[in-house]
C-alpha cells in the first residue's frame, strides 16, 4: 500500500517528500524503463575496468544516486528549474554483461548509448571510471565531432598502458583519433600532478586541445576558466565530462587517483553555472570511488555536481527547442 499524504500536498510532488523516505533514484526522478516520453535520461555506469590503479568506481552510480536525494528542484543561484524545464528520469544503470574483456565491455557500452541518443534524449551519466567517456561520445558524436569542455586533475589523452589502448587514462587521445572530438574545441581544466613521463599530456597540446592547468586556474581564478572555456567550445554541440579528482582531495577522497592542490567544491559550483549559454548535448560525472570515501563526502559533493550539469543540460536543451533562456 503506497503512502499519501493527507494534510501537506506539496508532498503529493515525491520530489518535495522528506528526502530521507522513498526508493532512491537520481535527484528522486521517475524510473523510466522506455525511451519514450525522456528529455534527458540520468544513467549510471557501474563499471571500473579501465582503472589503472584503486578500483572502486563500479559502485559509484549507487553512492551518487544516493546523494543526490539529498537535493531540492531548483538552482538557488541560476533560477533554473531542471525537472519543470524537462522530463528528467533514471533510465538505470547500463551494467556490463562482460566486464573482464574491456574492448567488448566498452562496446556494450556504445550499444546502450547509440539506443539513448537514437530516441533523442540527453545522457546525463555518472560512472564508473572515465574510459566510459569513450564508448558515450560513440553515441554522442555519431553525426560528427564535438567540442569538450572537460574539467580533471589528468588529461586522460595518454596511450598504450600495460598493454591496453583503452583505460581511464586515455578515452579523449581515442576520442580524437575516432573523430568524435574536435581537438579545436576541447578545454581541460584543472591538470595537475606529478608524472613518470615528461611528455604525458604532450598530445593535448599537440593535437590543439586548450590545457588550463591548476596554477592558471589558482592565479586568474574560475571566472578566467569560464570564460576560456566559453571562448574553446564556441557555438557548437559540446560535451561537458567531469572528473571528480579535479577537485581537492580534502574534498573528494574517494576517488581512485587523488592529486593535492585542487579546485573546491564552491569553485566548482561557481565554474560550472558561468558555462551557461553553451550548447551541451551530454555530460557525465566519473571516478566517485566509494571504498576510499569519507562519510560520503565524495558522492554527495558529486551529487553537487551533477545537478549542475542537470542544470546546464535542461537549459541547453531548451534554448535548442526554442526557449529563451532564464
Known amino acids: 500500500m503506497i503512502k499519501h499524504p493527507d494534510k501537506y500536498h506539496d508532498f503529493e510532488d515525491p520530489q518535495a517528500q522528506p528526502r530521507y523516505?522513498?526508493?532512491a533514484t537520481f535527484f528522486r526522478t521517475p524510473v523510466a524503463q522506455q525511451l519514450d516520453q525522456v528529455d534527458i535520461g540520468v544513467i549510471?555506469?557501474?563499471?571500473?575496468?579501465g582503472v589503472t590503479n584503486r578500483s572502486g568506481t563500479r559502485h559509484g552510480p549507487r553512492a551518487v544516486r544516493e546523494q543526490s536525494?539529498?537535493?531540492r528542484r531548483i538552482n538557488s543561484v541560476t533560477r533554473i528549474e531542471p525537472f519543470a524545464a524537462a522530463r528528467v528520469r533514471d533510465l538505470g544503470d547500463c551494467w556490463i554483461e562482460q566486464p573482464y574483456e574491456l574492448q567488448g565491455a566498452l562496446r556494450e557500452i556504445e550499444t546502450f548509448y547509440r539506443g539513448v541518443t537514437g530516441a533523442g534524449i540527453v545522457p546525463l551519466s555518472v560512472g564508473g571510471d572515465h574510459a566510459i567517456s569513450l564508448p558515450i561520445l560513440r553515441a554522442v558524436a555519431a553525426h560528427g565531432p564535438v567540442g569538450m569542455v572537460h574539467i580533471d586533475a589528468h588529461c586522460d589523452t595518454g596511450d598504450d598502458y600495460m598493454g591496453s589502448r583503452f583505460h581511464h587514462g586515455a578515452p579523449f587521445r581515442r576520442a580524437v583519433e575516432e573523430g568524435l572530438l574536435d581537438p579545436k574545441r576541447v578545454i581541460q581544466i584543472g591538470i595537475r600532478g606529478t608524472t613518470n613521463d615528461p611528455d604525458m599530456w604532450g598530445f593535448s597540446q599537440r593535437s590543439g586541445m586548450r590545457v588550463l592547468p591548476?596554477?592558471?586556474?589558482?592565479?586568474?581564478?574560475?571566472?578566467h576558466a569560464a570564460a576560456e572555456a566559453r571562448r574553446v567550445a564556441g557555438g557548437g554541440p559540446t560535451y561537458l565530462s567531469?572528473?571528480?579528482?579535479?577537485?581537492?582531495?580534502s574534498e573528494a577522497p574517494g576517488t581512485g587517483t587523488p592529486e593535492a592542490g585542487g579546485i573546491t567544491a564552491l569553485q566548482a559550483l561557481r565554474l560550472l553555472r558561468a558555462l551557461?549559454?553553451?550548447?551541451?548535448?551530454?555530460g557525465d560525472l566519473v571516478e566517485v570511488s566509494p571504498p576510499f570515501d569519507v562519510g560520503s563526502l565524495t558522492a554527495f559533493n558529486g551529487a553537487?555536481?551533477?545537478?549542475?550539469?542537470?542544470?546546464?543540460?535542461?537549459?541547453?536543451?531548451?534554448?535548442?527547442r526554442g526557449a529563451r533562456p532564464a
Open 21 to 23: 523516505t522513498g526508493i
Open 44 to 49: 549510471g555506469v557501474p563499471f571500473d575496468g
Open 69 to 71: 536525494t539529498l537535493l
Open 214 to 223: 591548476m596554477e592558471e586556474f589558482d592565479d586568474n581564478g574560475w571566472r
Open 242 to 249: 567531469f572528473d571528480i579528482d579535479s577537485l581537492d582531495p
Open 276 to 282: 551557461r549559454g553553451i550548447d551541451f548535448v551530454g
Open 304 to 320: 553537487s555536481v551533477l545537478f549542475e550539469i542537470l542544470c546546464l543540460l535542461a537549459e541547453a536543451l531548451g534554448v535548442r
